[in-house]
């Protein structure tokens, strides 16, 4: 697979304001639309255009749709904390109608958001003039119709529901069900369930808050549905376990119906062995028959019939390992990458470091580093493969583990549904490569 | 102590060098403990969890802040501390700790 460049999106200057930190990325489920969210609490919306059929060669492109602010920054009055804006995550619903929803969320509120298209516009009012103003009565003599009228395109963002006040941790996933009526959230210690048309009520199906806070030993990482039966779901937590849950066997899933993990050689562990063990993301595949999991160092794909070890194993930068001492005191170590199958299931994605990410063809048992930047940003330019060298001699073009810029970190990235597109997210800008076409 | 030659090394040191030889985390662990040897054996424990659990800047609480300052009317209200250790509700954040003020909400870079 060649990937060429096809778009990007943000600032080019290097003075990166907070606001605009990508914090989340997600196509919807035609792969029509492309939503970013960031730390500043805003949400944009791209919409792929419709092929130019004058140039076969050029796929079409994303531009902006919508956007709106999705989050303000709120108090907690009670602990004197703020309440971040950022979105953590964004999830598309199925379309059901002529407008798209999607639900987006920060540390402790759920928006369900209507994004909807005018075109047209009514015109010939009997009691009202064209600007508005009211007509005297006295002054109408005869009884007109209005009629609909195109206009320039307005896509209006409102929001529909508001899911408040049931997580007294931070928000890290939303999902929502194939059963298209209710939807997931999980914070650090409590997975809610919710129905979409419900704001206030919820129910929760998993507690793992210890009745002593002392004894807290982990935490929940992330959680998503299963992506066709709609009784199951997992949640992955900070020593590197996931749980597989099946709501019909008890209302409170505190048990699990599955447990997945990996054991570890006792003679290997280390003080970072815990740490790099805890899950960011984990992701069903389409087809509903595998799951993938990241850790620090790894993406891990274990099938749902095998708890005891993941069927497949790739190291996204193993030569990070003998840094981990300084990766722990600048924090790197603590960062959360997100991973993404492709339309297909037979590729998986997930980001590094100096603005590089990992692909893993599982078939072909191939895998490709390639950068997201600028200085590759001419149209349809193809990415060359990079090399981190790690041991004494490097080569040209390839780049020791120590000149890594470890500031430039890509945790999101997103694959398009259907088609070779994936949507790449460096610190603020978004990066949209294609697959060459010949 | 048994009396060896210099050459010789116990079999514990032994183990640590081929440890070091053979697992890079377990050389990069030696180096975090050389760094820091206050470190806690246990990283996974509940106070880095607890920390985690926080996230997220306090505010200035003026009750709370009037309230220590009265506790400690002859002495120095404490400085905050930097370390990202402090996790609990003891902390009382005085001026000097608050983040500065957001700039008004504009529009996304993105959206250009």
Sequence with gaps: ?438 | MSEQGEGVRTLEEQQEMEDKVISPEKAEEAKLKARYPNLGAKPGGSDLLRKRLQKGPKYFDSGDYNMAKAKMKNKQLPSAPTEKTEITGDHIPTPQDLPQRKTSIVASKLAV
């Design chain 1, 1 to 438: 697979m060649q990937w060429c460049f096809s778009q990007v999106k943000g600032a080019i200057d290097d003075d990166v304001a907070e606001a605009d930190i990508i914090s989340t990325v997600e196509f919807n489920h035609t792969g029509e639309l492309l939503a970013t969210g960031d730390k500043g609490g805003r949400v944009v919306i791209f919409q792929q255009e419709v092929e130019n059929k004058n140039l076969p060669q050029f796929r079409s492109e994303y531009n902006v749709y919508s956007t709106f602010q999705s989050h303000e920054p709120e108090f907690d009055y009670l602990k004197s904390l703020e309440i971040e804006e950022k979105i953590n995550k964004i999830r598309w619903l199925p379309q059901k109608n002529a407008a798209q929803f999607l639900l987006s969320t920060n540390d402790k509120t759920i928006k369900l958001w209507k994004i909807s298209e005018r075109d047209k516009r009514p015109e010939g009012y009997n009691l009202k003039e064209e600007d508005g103003r009211y007509r005297d009565p006295n002054t109408i003599t005869a009884l007109r119709v209005p009629i609909l009228i195109p206009m320039d395109l307005m896509v209006e963002a409102s929001p529909r529901r508001v899911f408040s006040n049931a997580h007294t941790y931070h928000i890290n996933s939303v999902s929502v069900n194939s059963d298209n009526e209710t939807y997931l959230s999980a914070d650090d210690l409590r997975i809610n369930l919710w129905n979409l048309e419900i704001t206030d009520r919820s129910f929760n199906i998993v507690d793992i808050k210890p009745a002593n806070m002392e004894e807290l030993t982990e935490v929940i990482t992330a959680a998503e549905f299963h992506p066709l039966q709609c009784n199951t779901f997992v949640y992955s937590s900070s020593k590197g376990t996931i749980r597989l849950c099946d709501m019909r066997v008890s209302a409170l899933c505190d048990k699990h119906s599955k447990l997945f993990e990996e054991p570890e050689n006792p003679s290997n562990r280390s003080f970072f062995s815990e740490i790099i063990s805890s899950i960011s993301d984990v992701k069903f595949s389409h087809n509903g028959r595998y799951m993938m999991t990241r850790d620090y160092l790894s993406v891990k794909i274990w099938d749902l019939n095998m708890e005891n070890r993941p069927v497949e194993t790739y190291q996204v930068h193993e030569y990070l390992r003998s840094k981990l001492c300084s990766l722990y005191e600048n924090d790197c170590i603590f960062d959360k990458f997100e991973c993404c199958w492709n339309g297909n299931d037979s590729v998986v994605m997930t980001g590094s470091y100096n603005n590089f990410f990992r692909m893993f063809e599982r078939g072909q048992r191939r895998d490709a580093t390639l950068e997201a930047s600028r200085e590759n940003s001419k149209p349809l330019q193809v990415l060359k493969p990079r090399k981190v060298c790690t041991g004494g001699k490097r080569k040209k073009d390839e780049i020791s583990v120590d000149s890594l810029d470890f500031n430039k970190k890509i945790l999101h990235t997103a694959w398009h549904p259907q088609d070779n597109i994936i949507a790449v997210a460096t610190t603020n800008n978004l990066y949209i490569f294609q697959d060459k076409v010949n």
